[in-house]
T-cell receptor
């Protein structure tokens, strides 16, 4: 099965700094990953995804890096803003078996200080 | 322009009193999911529908049931809510079951008194 976890439960940064949120996964056959942002009282919101045939993908102010060798991915947020304060979840999909199922990590609470 | 809509946003029910949560989608997606999310935890998949095909997770209690009368709507029925069922219930959809994004609704916060 897939196990996805996060290194740090909380992260506090200053407005304007870059943020890096890390995530480790256990199944080397995992082929698809998503980062979600969840604000208090709301549902998870898609940020960016990456397939296992890539090692980097960029969006608007966000970059996801995938290191399959060490089974690690990270979400980088450039010029972090107060509106970025939320819980960030990584989720991974394992190939085969229950290949529809996304397994979520525990979440990292990002706090942006003005 | 809401794509995944959940009603109600907040639901209070009594211990043991059946409750139904609803989800609708305007995306015409084939797959609809129900997740349970407790405070400070990750969403946990309860079950999903792929079209009309119901797929239950092995560890989902029998107390939780679901119905999907058509493509747009999906319901979560909790037959006899216990205090431990208080949580946020999230509905999500995806175009298919492959490597595609899941779109989440805003969730229904269930309180059991």
């Amino acid at each position: 099965g897939e196990s996805v976890g996060l290194h740090l439960p909380t992260l506090s940064v200053q407005e304007g700094d870059n943020s890096i949120i890390n995530c480790a996964y256990s199944n080397s056959a995992s082929d698809y990953f998503i980062w979600y942002k969840q604000e208090s009282g709301k549902g998870p919101q898609f940020i960016i995804d990456i397939r296992s045939n890539m090692d980097k993908r960029q969006g608007q102010r966000v970059t996801v890096l995938l290191n399959k060798t060490v089974k690690h991915l990270s979400l980088q947020i450039a010029a972090t803003q107060p509106g970025d304060s939320a819980v960030y979840f990584c989720a991974g999909r394992a190939v085969g078996g229950s290949n529809y199922k996304l397994t979520f990590g525990k979440g990292t609470l990002l706090t942006v200080n003005p | 322009d809401a794509m995944v809509i959940q009603n109600p946003r907040y639901q209070v029910t009594q211990f043991g009193k059946p409750v139904t949560l609803s989800c609708s989608q305007t995306l015409n997606h084939n797959v609809m999911y129900w997740y349970q999310q407790k405070s400070s935890q990750a969403p946990k998949l309860l079950f999903h529908y792929y079209d009309k095909d119901f797929n239950n997770e092995a560890d989902t209690p029998d107390n939780f049931q679901s119905r999907r009368p058509n493509t747009s709507f999906c319901f979560l029925d909790i037959r006899s809510p216990g205090l431990g069922d208080a949580a946020m219930y999230l509905c999500a959809t995806s175009r298919d079951r492959g490597r595609t994004e899941q779109y989440f609704g805003p969730g229904t916060r269930l309180t059991v008194t």
